[in-house]
Nanobody, 127 residues
Framework: QVQLVESGGGLVQVGGSLRLSCAAS????????VGWFRQAPGKEREIVAA????????YYADSVKGRFTISRDNAKNTVYLQMIFLKPEDTAVYFC????????????????????WGQGTQVTVSS
């Protein structure tokens, strides 16, 4: 079992920045891949970024490349999503998810590949 709790969301102006955190508990090791997803009202949940066990491999959706950075601190069991140059279209509920079935040097980009999900944190970018 892995419990995930997101934090760091909020209201920010266009061009601003936020750092989301995803704190994991319930597992003694960090042998799981993590992904950040988002879901805007009326839209499907979409992958934003993903990271492998060790953090050596990362994936970004085209819409956030160059603006978002995913990282992890396995000593703290926490994964971060640093977001800069935020746009109104980044407004959504952001979820982190953990995949305990992912291979060590792989990222998981499909929501179906994740076993555990957090409750989400709202990010609102105002223009």
């Amino acid at each position: 079992q892995v419990q995930l709790v997101e934090s760091g969301g909020g209201l920010v102006q266009v061009g601003g920045s936020l750092r989301l955190s995803c704190a994991a508990s319930g597992r003694t090791s960090s042998d799981y891949a993590v992904g950040w997803f988002r879901q805007a009202p009326g839209k499907e949940r979409e992958i934003v970024a993903a990271i492998s066990w060790s953090g050596s491999i990362a994936y970004y959706a085209d819409s956030v490349k160059g603006r978002f950075t995913i990282s992890r601190d396995n000593a703290k069991n926490t994964v971060y999503l640093q977001m800069i140059f935020l746009k109104p279209e980044d407004t959504a509920v952001y979820f982190c998810a953990a995949s305990v079935t992912a291979l060590p040097a792989k990222v998981v980009v499909s929501s179906g590949g994740y076993n555990y999900w957090g409750q989400g944190t709202q990010v609102t970018v105002s223009s």
